[in-house]
């Protein structure tokens, strides 16, 4: 296949001489609707906490939260995703906290749905928040991550959040089948709008150090890994075979995780399924960014905005990233 006149009469530097030609054969652009912004949120008022990892993120009580979804709407962010530090006392072996239905996440989505009902909320389906052991699942005498008993602690939870008012359920977990349980309870429940984002292809990741400082659950992992139930970073065929899973079990969205070093798997999925197709931009890919940037080493604002515009040319449909804020507010200016 030629695409191009061989040199002289081609010459692709042409369209690259002046920024209006550039801008007008540009192929992907970023956009704020584009955007899922990630926010961790504690107990209490008019706490803030900074996170030595993620320089610029903070742990916010509800009170403080508020404002930052106000500017989520103002910048045309579509969807914040709640992350919740839970108090350590709350914290057991099965993580019941989960689906208490006056837990910290049900009523943090309670307010923010009635102050800002146009903003998107997106909780995540989870167990490590609330386990004194900080693994997303319950675990046998020998330390296995057990997955039927956990499928069904992590439907109690989506319900619960579903009742609190969430708009998108998503479950990060990685347990097998529990898509479609989730599925199933919210269809009994009446609750047909709730929409599932699936990380469906969620890879055993060392990228994810710094959230997990963030949500206190990496003291409690100590040495342990996720190895037996996130994906291996050596394979990419798997991510087809589970994203096949979750869209036949109901997923509505599906996501990539982490981002930036998986690119091709979310290339993969786009091309082979066409559905909704999201990444995550993990906490160490942050974390990484800010302290290049920090040292002087990377232009902050450039590095940012082109790691975001690699993610849509890669074929996603959106991004979720700490970074959510400040991109938008860049691109509201132009
Ligand atoms: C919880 C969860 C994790 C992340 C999102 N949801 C951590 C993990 O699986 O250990 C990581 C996000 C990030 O690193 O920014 N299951």
Redesign the pocket.
């Known amino acids: 296949m030629t695409f191009h006149a061989p040199f002289p009469a081609g010459r692709p530097r042409r369209l690259r001489r002046d920024s209006f030609t550039r801008n007008l054969v540009r192929e992907h652009a970023l956009h704020s609707h584009d955007l899922i912004y990630?926010v961790f949120v504690q107990e209490g008022e008019r706490r803030r906490d900074a996170i030595a990892s993620m320089p610029g993120v903070e742990r916010l009580s509800l009170d403080l939260l508020l404002p930052v979804a106000e500017q989520c709407v103002a910048l045309g962010i579509p969807v914040m995703a709640l992350?919740p530090v839970i108090d350590a006392r709350l914290k057991t072996p099965n993580g019941d906290e989960a689906f208490n239905p006056d837990g910290l996440i049900p009523r943090v989505v309670a307010s923010l749905k009635s102050h800002f009902p146009e903003l998107g909320i997106m909780t995540?389906v989870?167990l490590?928040p609330y386990t004194s052991h900080g693994q997303?699942g319950l675990l046998d005498d020998t330390g296995y991550i057990l997955n039927d008993p956990t499928v069904e602690v992590l439907v109690q939870q989506a319900l619960t959040q579903s009742h609190a008012g969430v708009d998108i359920v998503a479950p990060?977990?990685m347990m097998d089948g529990r898509i479609g349980a989730i599925r199933d309870a919210l269809e009994e429940a009446g609750d047909i709008h709730t929409r599932i984002m699936a990380?469906s292809a969620?890879y055993a990741s060392a990228?994810?150090g710094?959230?997990?400082d963030a949500v206190g659950?990496s003291a409690n992992l100590g040495k342990s890994n996720?190895k037996v139930y996130?994906m291996d970073p050596g394979n990419s065929d798997e991510a087809l075979r589970e994203v096949a899973i979750d869209i036949a079990e109901g997923a509505d969205m599906v996501m990539v995780?982490p981002g930036m070093p998986y690119l091709d798997i979310v290339r993969r999925v786009k091309d082979e399924f066409h559905v909704p197709t999201f990444a995550?931009q993990?906490?160490?890919e942050?974390a990484m960014l800010k302290a290049a940037a920090q040292n002087g080493w990377l232009d902050h604002d450039a590095v940012m905005l082109e790691s975001l515009l690699a993610f849509k040319r890669a074929g996603a449909d959106g991004v979720l990233t700490?970074f959510a804020l400040d991109a938008a507010r860049l691109l509201r200016q132009g």
Request: proline share 8%.
């Open positions: 990630p992350f995540d989870a490590d997303d990060s977990d990380y969620k990228f994810y710094p959230f997990r659950s996720k996130q995780k995550y993990v906490s160490g942050y700490y």
